[in-house]
């Protein structure tokens, strides 16, 4: 168990690459819930499903037996996420789309501490550009989760959503406020959702573009205190006061 729990939080290289792995694989289920959502429910899928319910039920057996506050672990959404991919998974009867909350896990690792702390350590690319990086992890998670409840919400009574392709087509029109008004959403369900997305998340959508495109701070670390963030056009450091040099090209 000692052995388990060192691949779970340890600091050793290759606990860093087991997490890296976690990392991969959810990235791999989330591939093969978009791909899937275009083709007819078949046996060799219905087996996939089984095996990827059972292969998460079983890490997050394990995560809920490592954690030392198990009520905190409960109550924590990303572990509600996980419980209604793994029914997703396991009784696709329920509906296999819920299966996109499994993003919000791969959310959570990579904003673990270990992880973050390994990829700044290995990659001096990006040291440099975490923000933008996280940003972009940030967006897409986020548009992969409304595109999933668009998708869950209309896939069965909307005849102009059959596949997550149409429901990320309605997502990114409507949160770039473009609106061409070729897909509605269907139902008193499909007109909150709309709402919901309409209202709060263009705000989000476009407070990620602006740190993807045009970052507000820039990583630039205080010698004397260790702050790392700063204004792009900062002298001093804001924390401490001492001078700082920050690399620029001009642009503003």
């Not at 991969?24 to 499903?49: H, M, N």
């Not at 990827?52 to 997050?60: K, P, R, S, V």
């Not at 690792?109 to 990659?123: I, K, P």
Request: hydrophobic share 50%.
């Amino acid at each position: 168990m000692e052995r388990i729990r060192e691949l779970y939080h340890g600091d050793s290289r290759e606990a860093h690459r087991f997490r890296y792995g976690l990392v991969a694989f959810d990235l791999a289920t989330i591939a093969f819930i978009v791909v899937t959502s275009f083709l007819p429910r078949s046996l060799w899928i219905e087996v996939a499903d089984v095996f990827l319910g059972l292969f998460i039920i079983t890490d997050f057996a394990i995560r809920f037996w490592l954690e030392a506050d198990r009520w905190r672990f409960v109550t924590r959404p990303s572990t509600w996420a996980d419980i209604a991919a793994i029914f997703s998974f396991l009784a696709p009867i329920t509906g296999e789309g819920l299966g996109f909350l499994r993003a919000m896990r791969t959310l959570r690792l990579l904003h673990s501490y270990q992880l973050l702390a390994r990829l700044r350590r290995d990659s001096g690319y990006f040291r440099k550009h975490e923000d933008v990086f996280l940003a972009t992890v940030n967006l897409f998670v986020f548009l992969f989760v409304v595109t999933g409840m668009i998708y869950v919400s209309q896939v069965h009574i909307n005849p102009q959503i059959n596949n997550y392709a149409d429901a990320l087509y309605f997502t990114v029109t409507t949160l770039t406020t473009t609106g061409f008004g070729d897909i509605t959403l269907l139902g008193t369900t499909g007109r909150m959702l709309a709402v919901a997305v309409m209202i709060f998340g263009v705000t989000l959508f476009l407070r990620l573009a602006q740190v993807m495109f045009r970052p507000s701070k820039v990583r630039c670390e205080c010698k004397r205190c260790g702050l790392a963030l700063h204004d792009a056009d900062a002298i001093h450091c804001k924390h401490c006061g001492a001078f700082i040099h920050i690399d620029t090209e001009g642009l503003t």
